[in-house]
């Protein structure tokens, strides 16, 4: 089964864990520098370049998440989300911060992880994981 998680990593772990997907066409890898975003609207403005979605979110959390849970457009079998210097990212924003993990978390991670499979027709669980580096 697959386990979609939220997870903290050293640099290390990030450098083999890329190391080890990079090769691999069936993984898409986006990663976001923590130390730029200060706001929504940078995050959601890294969100929209990473992952090329279709439209804007800037005014809109919930079509930011439709967006996460559809990906479509991407076509691969495995997702990875990087944030470096996590403990910067949102440094003067916590509630932002802590909704935006809590966001993972509880709406998009588990949609990947099993809720595709009874919403969508033909919908097929798929890895998405979060690493935050220290």
Not at 2 to 21: G, L, S, T, W
Not at 30 to 44: K, L, P, R
Not at 84 to 105: A, R, V, W
Request: charged share 30%; glycine share 4%; hydrophobic share 45%.
């Amino acid at each position: 089964m697959i386990e979609n998680k939220v997870e903290v990593v050293n640099i290390e772990d990030i450098k083999a864990i890329k190391k080890n997907v990079t090769s691999d066409a069936k993984i898409f890898l986006a990663e976001v520098n923590g130390s730029t975003i200060h706001s929504w609207e940078d995050f959601i403005s890294e969100m929209q370049d990473k992952f090329k979605f279709p439209t804007p979110c800037f005014d809109s959390v919930d079509r930011y998440l439709d967006w996460m849970r559809d990906l479509g457009w991407l076509e691969y079998e495995k997702y990875i989300l990087v944030i470096n210097d996590s403990k910067l990212f949102l440094q003067g924003k916590p509630e932002l911060k802590n909704e935006i993990f809590s966001d993972f978390k509880n709406i998009i991670l588990p949609f990947w992880q099993e809720e595709v499979e009874e919403v969508i027709v033909g919908g097929k669980a798929k890895s998405f994981m979060v690493y935050l580096v220290k």
